[in-house]
């Protein structure tokens, strides 16, 4: 069926949503090279800027000078960082993480708490991140304003409402925790929520390692093991969003028992869990937390522990071994390790690449690039973030006219619906 | 001997290597310590040079650096002949040595160290505050995020840290050859975490980059290329992707290895009974 051609509205809100998310995405640029970037000519560019500019969510300046040079310096547009701003909130096993990151992708501020291991009590998970919020809020510009907000759950999460499913390391089944933590923010914001693999798949994919690939696996471990993939510059989700759960892929049938009931996951051969029974040192969670249990025994290994030492190899082999199965299957340009993983990899790249080598086919694994997250230990933080921007970059508009009427001056923006990536 | 095989590039943007040693002959008096060696480099890429101690890797850098002169062979840059007879010629062209003794000013503070002996080659006059905001922004530019002020002496900074400033250095000239010589081989596993990032940044920002390591993870970690050295001779450059642990060290050790992948081979799996090659039930 052919499609009516697009209302003057819909271009206006398309080329400011292409706009923003340029500015967003890519950081300052010339009225000149967002013409170019746009493929749209100099006026168009000019009536866009000058309208975001009127609302406040971008500014136009001279470029601060690194020299003297001949000519006059065009102007640069600069996203409102500080004034246009979205919550992010990392909800992990053992880490709770608030954030006020602003247009251009910014942490301006944060508060986190680690949470004792044990059952998933989600109205205590919602009260702090709630009691997080207030303190953000409150030390947000007086005529900032917040536009949307994201989640990053670890644990499976359904598309179609945000309903939280299961967690094997967390616990929880079936909790509208987006729902819940809307209605106790109390801000007339719905959070979107996403699993938080996936969504570390998309940060680094939009401002990370991955910019420029178009088909890139992440991996990540906190206490399990999760994954995003991103197939043709779109993240896999499958169905119903469970997608890119790679740690539960079967390495090792005769393995170790995994969390989720099944046996030899890769999780449960390439996890801190696995990492510490090996290394014998099972007990160090408890007494140091997760990541520095895990960086504990890196250090051991490179002081010649040969416990820790052996311990590291066969947890490199099988993260190998289950690269190598995804680098056959997905023929991805990258892969990304994040979280724990960033140190596993480097610890025990030699054994990760030799699996590659002799278990992936050699046509899809000579161009793979094996690469540490670049967003360091923010990549699912700033995901929850792209999430939270997503709808006002897809629609700016109404976002415009209330900034234009200086409505929600110091109050959040409502938001219509718990929209997704 | 095997022969030294050049392996296509893994991209058609790296078509012609930046550098190109071929051949090369070095003696010490009566001693030859090089004998026909080559190292190519490309952009974009890191090439590992890895041999057991005295194989020949920091006589044949010094050579690639102008510090020695090569008594034969050829030196190709950007696909063209050149003769580097000092390091300032190896400077003219891009190429850009971190020793290990780094060469930093202890007493000067990050930008000073950064813009140390090159205001005038940039042929710009910069004020602090400029020099300030590059030094800032080409280590933001590497993600370098735990050197909290740029005003800050050398001498305070950790070992990792330096290392960090000395490529970040590299980074600002617009070097296109940076050559590291055992980058990580002082520091603990969080700096060397951390310089393993940064190196690998440096050539996905463009630049061919050489790192000279006895350290194998850190090899297999960053490398796209390894080019191994054995008593004076280069005798495998190989895809890091199409080898293993076992062949790089059978390679370094005996100059050769048992499945041939210095020919390019097919290559055997190796199982190290602990792992997947292992047995059966042994998670
Ligand atoms: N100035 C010199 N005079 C005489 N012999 C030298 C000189 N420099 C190096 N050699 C010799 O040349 C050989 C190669 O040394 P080189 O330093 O290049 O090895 P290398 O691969 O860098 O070793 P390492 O891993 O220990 O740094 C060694 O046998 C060394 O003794
Ligand atoms: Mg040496």
């Known amino acids: 069926m052919m499609r009516a051609a697009p209302s003057p509205e819909e271009v206006r809100r398309h080329n400011l949503g292409t706009l923003l998310r340029h500015i967003h995405l890519r950081g300052s640029a010339s009225r000149a090279e967002l013409a170019e970037g746009m493929g749209l000519n100099r006026s168009t560019i000019m009536a866009l800027t000058s309208e975001l500019t009127a609302a406040g969510v971008v500014r136009e300046e001279l470029p601060r000078s690194t020299g003297r040079r001949a000519g006059r310096p065009s102007l640069v547009v600069r996203p409102e960082s500080t004034r246009v701003y979205v919550l992010a909130f990392q909800i992990g096993v053992h880490r709770l993480v608030a954030a006020r990151v602003g247009l251009g992708g910014v942490i301006l501020d944060r508060r986190e708490t680690t949470r004792p291991r044990g059952p998933f009590d989600p109205d205590e998970i919602v009260g702090v991140l709630a009691s997080f919020t207030r303190q953000l809020v409150r030390r947000a510009d007086p005529d900032a304003v917040c536009v949307g907000a994201g989640a990053a759950f670890s644990g499976m999460v359904r598309s179609s409402d945000g309903m939280v499913r299961y967690g094997p390391n967390i616990g929880a089944v079936d909790v509208s925790l987006g729902e819940m933590l809307s209605r106790r923010l109390g801000l007339g914001l719905t959070v979107a929520i996403a699993n938080n693999a996936n969504l570390g798949a998309l940060a680094e994919h939009r401002r990370g390692v991955g910019v420029g690939c178009q088909n890139l696996l992440y991996l990540h471990a906190d206490v399990g093991v999760g994954g995003g993939i991103i197939v043709g510059g779109r993240l896999l989700e499958g169905a119903d969003g469970y997608g890119g759960e790679v740690g539960h892929m079967v390495v090792n049938p005769a393995g170790r028992r995994c969390g989720c009931g099944s046996r030899g996951c890769l999780e449960a051969e390439v996890g801190e869990l696995a990492l510490l029974a090996h290394a014998g040192r099972e007990d160090a969670v408890a007494e140091l937390g997760g990541r520095e249990a895990v960086q504990a025994v890196l250090e051991a290994a490179d002081r010649g522990d040969s416990a820790a030492r052996e311990a590291l190899h066969r947890v490199g082999d099988w993260l190998g071994l289950g690269v190598a199965n995804l680098v056959n299957v997905f023929n991805p340009e990258m892969v990304i390790f994040g979280g724990t993983l960033r140190d596993i990899y480097l610890g025990a790249a030699a054994q990760v690449r030799s699996r590659l080598a002799t278990g992936a086919m050699a046509a899809s694994r000579e161009r793979v690039r094996l690469r540490t997250a670049e967003l360091g230990e923010d990549t699912t933080l700033v995901g929850a973030a792209e999430l939270a921007f997503s709808e006002v970059l897809n629609d700016p508009l109404e976002v415009l006219a209330r900034l234009r009427t200086g409505a929600a001056a110091g109050r959040p923006l409502r938001d219509r619906s718990g929209s997704r990536v | ?283």
């Not at chain 2, 250095?169 to 081989?185: C, F, Q």
Request: with cysteine.
């Open chain 2, 1 to 283: 001997m095997a022969k030294a095989r050049q392996w296509e590039p893994l991209d058609e943007m790296s078509v012609t290597p930046v550098l190109d040693l071929r051949g090369v002959d070095k003696s010490f008096g009566p001693v030859q310590v090089l004998h026909g060696a080559a190292l190519s480099a490309y952009a974009g890429e890191v090439t590992a040079l890895v041999g057991d101690n005295g194989a020949g890797k920091s006589t044949l850098i010094k050579c690639l650096g102008g510090m020695l002169p090569m008594d034969g062979g050829e030196y190709l840059f950007e696909g063209r002949p050149v003769r580097v007879g000092s390091p300032r010629e190896a400077a003219a062209l891009g190429i850009e040595i971190v020793h290990q003794d780094l060469a930093l000013c202890e007493n000067l503070d990050v930008v000073q160290n950064m813009f140390l002996g090159r205001e005038r080659r940039s042929g710009m006059v910069l004020d602090e505050a400029a020099m300030e905001e590059m030094a800032a922004r080409t280590l933001t530019g590497l993600s370098v995020r735990t050197i909290k002020s740029v005003r800050q002496p050398i001498s305070s900074l950790s070992g990792g840290q330096r290392q960090s400033v000395a490529i970040a250095r590299a980074m600002l000239w617009d070097s296109k050859v940076v050559v590291l010589d055992e980058p990580t081989s002082a520091l603990g596993v969080a700096q060397s975490r951390q310089v393993l990032e940064v190196v690998r940044r440096l050539a996905d920002r463009g630049r061919a980059v050489v790192l000279v390591s006895h350290n194998m993870n850190d090899v297999f970690a960053v490398a796209d290329r390894i080019c191994v050295m054995f008593l004076g001779r280069t005798v495998a450059q190989v895809r890091a992707s199409d080898v293993t642990h076992a062949q790089v060290v059978e390679l370094i050790t005996s100059g050769r290895s048992g499945d041939g992948v210095e020919a390019g081979r097919p290559v055997p799996v190796h199982g190290r009974g602990t792992g997947p090659g292992g047995g059966a039930g042994r998670g």
